[in-house]
């Protein structure tokens, strides 16, 4: 019997809307709720580049649309 083994992904989203000094742990803690999320970072954005999260994922659990629906629906829009 062969078994489905379960793939970690690693993707890289821009956070809109993440520029104050508490949005960071916010967009942390909304991916981090996420089942089938291993490991998350969030960047602080800077006058340059928004916000960016950093999401290791099991690939057999969860995906990047529903990554994104969750930073979104907690009012930060993100795309890869």
Known sequence: ASSVR???T?????IEK?????C??????T???VTGV???S???ANADSPAV??????DAVTNIPTLIAATTNAGYPSHP
């Not at 993440?18 to 508490?22: I, T, V």
């Not at 960071?24 to 803690?29: F, H």
């Open 6 to 8: 379960a793939a970690e």
């Open 53 to 58: 999260a950093t999401v290791t994922f099991d």
């Open 18 to 22: 993440a520029d104050c000094a508490l």
């Open 42 to 44: 969030v960047a602080d």
């Open 31 to 33: 991916i981090a709720m």
């Open 10 to 14: 690693t993707v890289v989203l821009k």
């Open 24 to 29: 960071a742990p916010i967009v942390k803690r």
């Open 38 to 40: 291993k490991t998350v």
